[in-house]
């Protein structure tokens, strides 16, 4: 038995050898790392040029950690631009140069789009059909890079605007609505004209709607319409004005320093314009009876609360019920206002 232990230990050894030495592979030379796209850092990057096929060409800002479309003056969309930056760094699964192509495959002669970070120029070719890879074209070498760029470099400037209606990070302060203005004061927000019966929570309700409004899509907009109703909206060293109107079952508001508009469906604008109604409040339960504990009153107990208000007394019938309802064990009622006294039965 000790033997064949021995034996077991020693296949089981050899086999975990064999397995490492296949895993290693010794002798196999690693594949080289990937071709980057370019050199450039990302992170190093503050401005985008973009020469789209269908519009006019526009550019990208970067202030800070946060990127505007230079003209009209608007935040970009964070995500958006992140994944363009990405382009920069995209593995490159061949290159070629520009003599070899003959018949124009490559499509980069003219590009079909052109994006500018920087210095550097990427200009956007045609798709291979194999691999449904993309030609693009950086200094002289033409290079096959995963296809999923080109949308956001053929974009123009008003799909890169940000739908988010308030700068991230800020607290309103202010907010000036069709039918309702509300100011933000120590100890709270203040309403003109008061709303009757509205708590603190439907209004940070409101409020909140604001903070986190975005748009289902933001377009180029002309003149401000007529019956648009204004709106504010302010903050701590800043201010938005706006203007609704309803277009159809959707909701657009106008920005009035810039020719954009963006849409909302109906009920989010429903939750912007209006405070979130209250659940109405249930009535009080009626409090348990026990009739081998509680008698109700009778015109003898009437007559003796006249003829006292000690704590031994039972409270007039018409505090009855107001007394009975504070019973804190069963035979004893509390005092209230409407009572006596404390009348506990014997």
Request: net charge negative.
């Amino acid at each position: 038995m000790r033997g064949r232990l021995w034996l077991n230990l020693a296949l089981v050894l050899i086999v975990a050898l064999l397995a490492a030495i296949a895993w290693q592979q010794p002798g196999k030379t690693p594949p080289p790392p990937a071709t980057r796209l370019t050199a450039l850092d990302p992170g190093s990057v503050a401005h985008i040029a973009f020469h789209p096929p269908r519009g006019e060409p526009f550019a990208l800002q970067r202030e800070g950690e946060t990127w505007f479309i230079e003209q009209p003056r608007l935040r970009a969309q964070p995500f958006r631009v992140r994944t363009l930056l990405e382009l920069l760094t995209a593995p490159s699964a061949a290159q070629l140069a520009p003599a070899d192509d003959q018949d124009n495959a490559f499509g980069v002669e003219p590009p079909q789009t052109r994006v500018v970070f920087d210095d550097t120029e990427i200009a956007f070719g045609l798709t291979n059909p194999v691999g449904l890879r993309r030609y693009v074209r950086v200094g002289d070498t033409v290079h096959l890079i995963e296809d999923r760029y080109y949308h956001h470099a053929a974009s123009q400037w008003v799909d890169w605007v940000d739908r988010r209606l308030l700068p991230e990070g800020v607290t309103l302060t202010g907010l000036q609505l069709p039918d309702l203005t509300l100011s933000g004061a120590d100890p709270g927000w203040q309403l003109a004209p008061p709303p009757p019966a509205i708590g603190a929570d439907a209004i940070t309700a409101l409020v909140e709607e604001w903070q986190r409004a975005y748009a289902m899509d933001v377009e180029p907009a002309g003149e401000l319409p007529g019956d648009a109703k204004p709106l504010r909206l302010e903050w701590d060293g800043g201010a938005l004005d706006l203007g609704i109107v309803r277009d159809g079952d959707e909701w657009l508001l106008y920005r009035r320093d810039t020719p954009v508009r963006y849409r909302f469906s109906d009920n989010q604008g429903q939750r912007l314009l209006e405070l979130p109604q209250q659940a109405p409040q249930p009535p009080a339960a009626d409090p348990p009876h026990h009739d081998h504990d509680h008698a109700a009153p009778t015109a003898a107990d009437d007559a003796g609360a006249g003829r006292g208000s000690g704590r031994g007394s039972r409270p007039p019938a018409a505090a009855w019920s107001r007394c009975w309802s504070a019973a804190t064990s069963p035979g004893r009622w509390c005092a209230t206002p409407r009572c006596a006294g404390r009348w506990r039965r014997n």
